[in-house]
């Protein structure tokens, strides 16, 4: 079970969740990326006293999935994902008082079956954390 803290509980609160339009501008305009396919990430380092060590925007483009179920389908299979294995990178950014914004892009054509997609979340997570390290020092 890869990236569960043993005290963590596995959440996706809304707290943690990056709905601020001025955040989300920023981060697309002036944050870091990179591409796994068929997610690509855009990141930020964050100076904000935020409640939660990362926030993340999560979103699947209309214009690859043009059914609304079926990207509600990804983005649902997308959060799970992230939730299951955020500890990877929320026990980093613990350790190193480190803050961070990110968003997750799908912009695949098919929807990827949920273990494929969990294991694209957890290289992406990992490398997040060494990105993050890199920019911290």
Not at 28 to 48: A, D, E, K, L, M
Request: proline letters at 3%.
């Amino acid at each position: 079970m890869a990236g569960i803290h043993p005290f963590r509980k596995q959440t996706f609160r809304k707290q943690e969740r990056l709905c601020n339009r001025s955040l989300i501008n920023t981060l697309f305009n002036r944050g870091q990326h990179f591409t796994i396919y068929p997610v690509r990430v855009y990141w930020r380092t964050s100076s904000q006293d935020q409640p939660f060590r990362a926030q993340v925007l999560i979103q699947v483009q209309r214009r690859h999935i043009r059914l609304a179920v079926n990207r509600n389908l990804a983005k649902r299979r997308m959060r799970e994902a992230y939730r299951k294995n955020k500890g990877l990178l929320v026990d980093y950014l613990d350790k190193n008082d480190g803050r961070l914004h990110f968003a997750m892009v799908y912009y695949g054509r098919s929807i990827l079956p949920y273990r494929e997609l969990e294991a694209i979340i957890i290289l992406i997570l990992q490398r997040l954390t060494r990105d993050y390290e890199k920019s911290a020092g």
